[in-house]
């Protein structure tokens, strides 16, 4: 998504426990996930339309929703295109972390090569940004995820999907959407 950094949120996690807990959340049935998708570069939309095709057809994935498409300029490094991000919503039947992993590999497909300028452009970025209203820290997992409150392209059409979540830590998407920065975001139909 714009100015992400990437969708693996790097963390550490100090606390073997919470690490042991949150590996096995989400193994006993379908939870809801949420999920940010972004692209500003080999035509964004269908990058982003495409994602949403092969992230609903994901093993695992049921009950998929996504919002509208919204245009962003942005966040960090200036000097590339507008963003163009939405968020899907579903119910999962496996853990976050093996969730995380098949949005890396949808990256990948979609020709995605990690390492590049952070906040830089990129042809598409999946961010995992919610899973059960759950608080996870692993390596390279942290839920939900970071930034989540200061991002309109994310808050809102996660708003438009799911307004009554509540984010653990930061209060309710409605709220969050509500408060946010919205300058320069914009839906698209």
Not at 68 to 96: C, E, K, M, T
Not at 141 to 158: D, G, T
Request: proline fraction near 7%; glycine fraction near 12%.
């Amino acid at each position: 998504m714009a100015g992400s950094g990437g969708s693996a949120n790097n963390t550490d996690c100090a606390d073997s426990t919470a690490v042991a807990a949150a590996a096995d959340v989400g193994h006993a049935g379908t939870v809801l996930a949420h999920v940010g998708l972004g692209s500003n570069l080999a035509q964004p939309a269908r990058q982003v339309a495409a994602a949403m095709h092969r992230l609903a057809a994901w093993p695992g994935v049921r009950r998929f929703r996504g919002s509208r498409l919204y245009r962003s300029p942005p966040w960090g490094l200036q000097s590339q295109p507008d963003f163009i991000n939405a968020v899907a919503s579903f119910h999962y039947s496996g853990s976050a972390p093996v969730l995380l992993a098949g949005l890396l590999a949808i990256e990948r497909e979609a020709g995605r090569v990690r390492g590049g300028e952070r906040w830089g452009p990129r042809v598409l970025d999946l961010d995992l940004l919610d899973f059960a209203g759950q608080r996870i820290e692993l390596p390279g997992l942290s839920l939900p995820h970071p930034r989540i409150a200061e991002r309109a392209f994310v808050l809102l059409p996660l708003h438009e999907l799911s307004p009554d979540l509540h984010l653990p830590g930061l209060g309710p998407v409605a709220m969050l959407a509500a408060k946010v920065d919205r300058q320069g975001v914009a839906a698209l139909d």
